[in-house]
């Protein structure tokens, strides 16, 4: 829904109503993240599609965008930090190659932290068509440092995966959701709605009011308009106050 402003929001820090700012999101550079799965099940017709699907988004970056590539079998690899040089991504893309075992939680976390103190909107996209069955991080280890980030992730999933209760996790703690795909060559349309998605996304602001700064701060995000609804992280964490 286009076109709110901030009296069209509310939101509540830890139940107390909050002084709004609306930063228009089209506006704010992204830094668009690939933390992609090459481990051996994605040899042949799924690495492929896999690579062409990192193309697609490469494709519809702006001149002021980021991207970045995280890949992640046994170990998570940080092949490519973040660049505006959108042809170097795409050579990393195409050196891919698939070997080893599945470690999901570690290559969440090396992509999380390429973001950290970067200016700008930062979208991670966890694409994996397995299980996690090699990370040394817990799930709960990596959501912790998620909470304490400004980033948004989304994952993307084989629908004849186990369900990978860490990713789901990861994505509605910061504000995103997960997409099951039926085959590979549904990634490219995946990876395209996803970056569409976090494009279109509002950016609220504010200055904490009324609130202890460190702990955890549940938020309560509501739009005052008939038929919106809202995508938006449960809360962060918060650091003591110095």
């Keep these: 829904m286009g076109g709110l402003t901030a009296a069209d929001f509310e939101l509540r820090d830890n139940g107390v109503l909050q002084r709004l700012e609306v930063v228009d999101g089209a506006d704010v550079p992204i830094n668009a993240v690939l933390a992609l799965d090459t481990s051996v099940s994605t040899t042949g017709k799924r690495h492929t599609a896999l690579i062409a699907a990192g193309e697609a988004i490469l494709d519809r970056l702006k001149p002021t965008d980021r991207a970045a590539l995280t890949t992640f079998s046994h170990a998570a690899v940080p092949r490519m930090p973040l660049t505006s040089d959108t042809a170097a991504v795409r050579t990393s893309l195409r050196s891919m190659n698939p070997l080893g075992e599945t470690a999901v939680m570690d290559g969440a976390f090396v992509a999380l932290t390429s973001t950290l103190g970067q200016p700008g909107r930062s979208l991670v996209l966890v694409c994996t068509d397995g299980y996690d069955t090699w990370s040394w991080l817990t799930p709960d280890e990596v959501l912790e440092s998620a909470r ?95």
């Design 148 to 242: 304490r980030t400004n980033v948004v992730v989304y994952a993307v999933t084989s629908s004849d995966a186990r369900r990978d209760d860490g990713l789901t996790m990861l994505t509605d703690a910061t504000g995103g959701h997960v997409i099951r795909v039926k085959s590979s060559t549904e990634l490219a349309s995946a990876f395209q709605k996803i970056l569409e998605d976090f494009r279109n996304r509002y950016l609220l602001a504010y200055n904490p009011s009324g609130v202890q700064p460190d702990g955890f701060h549940r938020l309560d995000v509501r739009v005052r308009r008939a038929g919106a609804t809202v995508r938006a992280r449960p809360g962060y964490t918060g650091l003591p106050a110095r």
